[in-house]
């Protein structure tokens, strides 16, 4: 019984130090930011400019901030999502495979469908295929929550047609 009470006790210690030594070396880095909604946080890479630029000056910005077209809103996946895609975005920063222009994978192509048609359901329930997921909103809508995108290696999107 004894031994269980230090260990716990030991646990919790150790989980402290972790955080505080985590709290002092990831402050002044601003990683802290990425904890939150802020879409600065999403725009510290100059692959995200012309994106966050383009959310800027788009009326989405009024109502929406990256995490809410770009993470699921329940608590848990939405963690899992940003502890996930946090990890992929080190890996190819820190391996210098960070790509011009990017794109969405299968699984944010599905989260921001979601969320497409949790702010706009009344809009797209009759609309066949956008509920069953054979279609995406941003198929036809691509320009709407970014503006026309551009990037230096592909210009703009009606350049790229």
């Known amino acids: 019984m004894r031994t269980t009470v230090y260990w716990a006790i030991g646990g919790v210690i ?3 130090i972790v955080a505080g030594l985590g709290a002092l070396f990831l402050a002044p880095q601003g990683l802290g930011a990425y904890l939150s909604d802020d879409p600065q946080a999403c725009n510290n890479c100059h692959v995200m400019n ?3 630029e383009g959310w800027f000056h788009a009326a989405h910005r009024r109502v929406a901030v990256c995490n ?4 699921p809103h329940e608590f848990p996946l939405k963690w899992a999502t940003k502890v996930t895609k946090g990890m992929q975005h080190v890996y ?4 210098y495979q960070i ?5 969405a994978d299968p699984s944010t ?8 048609v949790r702010c706009h359901f009344n809009t797209v329930s009759g609309q066949s295929g956008l509920l069953q997921g054979e279609r995406f909103c941003f198929d036809c809508h691509r320009t709407v929550a970014h503006g026309e995108r551009r990037s230096i290696a592909f210009g703009t999107l009606s350049e790229r047609r």
């Open 14 to 16: 150790g989980v402290l």
């Open 92 to 95: 190819f920063y820190t391996t």
């Open 99 to 103: 790509p011009a222009q990017i794109y």
């Open 68 to 71: 809410d077209c770009h993470t």
């Open 109 to 116: 192509r599905q989260i921001v469908q979601a969320n497409c």
């Open 50 to 52: 012309a994106s966050y």
